[in-house]
Nanobody, 126 residues
Framework: QVQLVESGGGSVQAGGSLRLSCAAS???????MGWFRQAPGTEREGVAC????????YYRDSVKGRTTISRDNAKNTLTLQMNSLKPEDTGTYYC????????????????????WGQGTQVTVSS
């Protein structure tokens, strides 16, 4: 059974930083994990994702250069470091995982995942 628990959301002013964490259990290295966000009235969109075995990472264009996804294998924790936050980064952020052998930017698509966390709110004020 895969379980994902997010933490680290909050409210910041534009230009600030937040670090989100996702504690994962029940996964091996043959998996991809990602961070997604959803604002009210919008579709869930991929922010960043990682293929655990290869370490390959992928980012949506609007967060490149100011966001880093990483994994602490010893702690089974996926982290999203977000800097220079903008109001348009506001939303509920979800951690997701899927057991897979393949790496690729498909991991930015929400439909590719089987397991989801409960979400953590990020609010960026101008």
């Amino acid at each position: 059974q895969v379980q994902l628990v997010e933490s680290g959301g909050g409210s910041v002013q534009a230009g600030g930083s937040l670090r989100l964490s996702c504690a994962a259990s029940g996964l091996t290295s043959r998996a991809s994990m990602g961070w997604f966000r959803q604002a009210p009235g919008t579709e869930r969109e991929g922010v960043a994702c990682m293929h655990i075995f290869t370490g390959n990472t992928y980012y949506r264009d609007s967060v490149k250069g100011r966001t880093t996804i990483s994994r602490d294998n010893a702690k089974n924790t996926l982290t999203l470091q977000m800097n220079s936050l903008k109001p348009e980064d506001t939303g509920t952020y979800y951690c997701a995982a899927v057991r897979t052998r393949s790496s690729g930017n498909w991991c930015l698509s929400a439909g590719g995942y089987d397991y989801w966390g409960q979400g953590t709110q990020v609010t960026v004020s101008s």
